[in-house]
Nanobody, 121 residues
Framework: QLQASGGGLVQPGGSLRLSCAVS????????MGWFRQAPEREREFVAA????????FYADSVKGRFTISKNNALNTVFLQMNSLKPEDTAIYFC????????????????WGQGTQVTVSS
């Protein structure tokens, strides 16, 4: 199971830190990723991190503002979001995949429940 937390309401330019805790037994994972979905829009890739070998990847829209990191001992992935914009408003989901295709939600098999991020003044 994946449990996402840390969402909330923040003003433009503000910051939030999302967490995704993995529990309920071990399973193979290649990447852990963050996706987001705004109302009436498709789920889109935000960031991914390779669990064992390191390496992180970002959507162009968040590059330079968001940072994905992990703590293997805690089985937790984080998404530090800085310089937030109203267009970052969405439900944010964490997920895990064995695939090498880290940017497509189709290849992710296990999903958390999502946490709402709202950027508004």
């Amino acid at each position: 199971q994946l449990q996402a937390s840390g969402g909330g309401l923040v003003q433009p330019g503000g910051s939030l830190r999302l967490s995704c805790a993995v529990s309920g037994g071990s399973f193979m994972r290649n990447y852990m990723g963050w996706f987001r979905q705004a109302p009436e829009r498709e789920r889109e890739f935000v960031a991914a991190i390779r669990w064992n070998a390191g390496g992180s990847f970002y959507a162009d829209s968040v590059k330079g503002r968001f940072t994905i990191s992990k703590n293997n001992a805690l089985n937790t992935v984080f998404l530090q979001m800085n310089s937030l914009k109203p267009e970052d408003t969405a439900i944010y989901f964490c997920a895990t995949t064995r695939s090498i295709y880290y940017s497509s939600p189709t290849y992710y098999s296990t999903w958390g429940q999502g946490t709402q991020v709202t950027v508004s003044s």
